[in-house]
């Protein structure tokens, strides 16, 4: 809209036109634009945007289906629970590596402590 404060058109002169858009399609130049053509604009932005959106669904879909080997969902969700057991069974093993440490750990502990209970018990009794 015209800031009149900078114009030197004054507010009592304007009669709107000057913000009215010409459209080369509502008519000759300078004509305004009218119900009709908006409405014609309207239908047109409708069917580009419907269209538009379509084509972006299209490839979204297409992008979707080039994860699945040969469009086949099933082998898809095989894949992925293959890497899944893979990775559960990868767990367990280093889980089990684990427990076989510290389990040895603990019976080298126990061996330990127990050779050194048996040479003291041994050097006890050898005591005149």
Request: glycine share 8%; charged share 30%.
């Amino acid at each position: 809209m015209t800031d009149f404060r900078h114009s030197r058109q004054h507010e009592a002169e304007w009669d709107g036109y000057t913000e009215r858009r010409s459209v080369a399609s509502a008519g000759s130049p300078g004509d305004p634009v009218t119900r009709e053509y908006l409405d014609n604009a309207l239908r047109e932005n409708r069917h580009s945007t419907r269209e538009f959106v379509g084509n972006k669904f299209s490839e979204l879909e297409e992008l979707i289906r080039d994860g699945f080997p040969d469009g086949n969902t099933t082998k898809h969700r095989e894949v992925h629970e293959g890497f899944m057991r893979r990775a559960e069974d990868r767990a367990a093993f280093w889980k089990n590596v684990w427990e076989k440490i510290a389990t040895g750990m603990i019976y080298a502990a126990v061996v330990a402590v127990g050779t050194a209970v048996w040479q003291y018990v041994k050097s006890e009794a050898h005591k005149p």
